[in-house]
């Protein structure tokens, strides 16, 4: 865990953290909202491509500048560690995902793309999971329900112990 409370952590300070603490994965759990508040459903968030690349650029840039940096990576380095990390990522998913289906509460049935920030490090495979829509009053409720809570937590569970056997 990355917090003790409540209270907001820039995605910067939670990657530092991360790494500090030698983590094998991390996983970012959020509820999602929408100005449709008819949609439902869970979805789970890993690396783009274009994200991959944008931060092993950014990297590379700021590591140059740095030349002496005690961590410094040239970009084929670089570009392995994020191509390793992208697919234990996206593995992970698919496996979190499987456990979702059997309660047939995806919004998507497969790992989508983005850029976020929390998703950047190359260091460790991390995944986003957005576990229902808050601006759906059905599922602000089932969000809200402690065995709702307990089969989330369980599916992702089961999903991490058929990642790591």
């Known amino acids: 865990m ?31 909202s929408s100005k449709n508040s008819k949609i439902s459903g869970l979805s789970v968030w890993v690396l783009s491509k274009k994200g991959m690349k944008f931060e092993i650029t950014h990297l590379s840039k700021k590591q140059n500048a740095l030349k002496r940096h005690k961590n410094y990576m040239k970009p084929p380095i670089l570009n392995s560690k994020f191509n390793f990390v992208k697919k234990s990522g996206y593995t992970l998913a698919k496996k979190i995902i499987q456990e979702f289906k059997i309660f047939k509460f995806l919004y998507q049935n497969n790992p989508k793309h983005a850029n976020f920030g929390i998703l950047k490090s190359p260091n ?42």
């Open 124 to 165: 460790f495979p991390s995944i986003l999971i957005e576990t229902g829509f808050i601006s759906n009053i059905k599922e602000e409720k089932k969000l809200n329900n402690k065995n709702y809570q307990k089969i989330l937590v369980n599916s992702i569970y089961l999903g991490l112990k058929k990642y790591f056997l």
């Open 2 to 32: 990355i917090r003790t409370g409540n209270y907001y952590l820039s995605i910067s300070k939670r990657i530092k953290i991360s790494e500090k603490n030698h983590v094998n994965l991390l996983i970012s759990i959020h509820a999602n």
